[in-house]
């Protein structure tokens, strides 16, 4: 994988995205891969919640037969966290305040999901060989 790379792509929708504190890209066992938060406990707590959500919602998804998930949003009193699927095993999650302006950080993630799948080298186990969808 292309660290350095997906590294700039996260921190690129980060700056351009006020209310964004952090993206990171996880394994679907809640371990870092790239992350613009802080080392430390934030960074762990994040992982292991984002893993647990892209589980849960896929599941829940597919158990209501409701196609493929695009997207999980959760919205608390203070902030939002957003969790997307990259590829087969990886997940972005983003945390934001509650600022933020959802459709504006919605969108820019949307963007960067075919930059941080080529960053995945299109290994045959990661996922759908078309990649993650674009926009048209």
């Known amino acids: 994988m292309d660290t350095q790379r997906a590294q700039s792509i996260l921190s690129e929708v980060v700056k351009n995205t006020p209310g964004l504190h952090g993206v990171l890209l996880l394994t679907d066992d809640g371990f870092p891969v790239v992350s613009t938060l ?7 707590r994040s992982t292991a919640v984002g893993a647990i959500l892209c589980d849960s919602g896929e599941r829940g998804i597919s158990e209501l037969g409701l196609g493929v998930m695009d997207a999980i949003v959760t919205v608390g009193s203070e902030g939002f966290f957003i969790v997307r699927r990259v590829a087969a095993g990886i ?26 799948y080529e960053c995945l080298d299109h290994r045959a186990e990661v996922g759908d060989p078309t990649g993650p969808e674009t926009e048209t």
Do not use: K, Y
């Open 38 to 44: 802080q080392a430390g406990e934030t960074e762990m």
């Open 91 to 116: 997940c972005l999650m983003a945390v934001a305040s509650q600022d933020v302006l959802l459709g504006t950080a919605l969108l820019r993630i949307r963007r960067a999901l075919p930059q941080l």
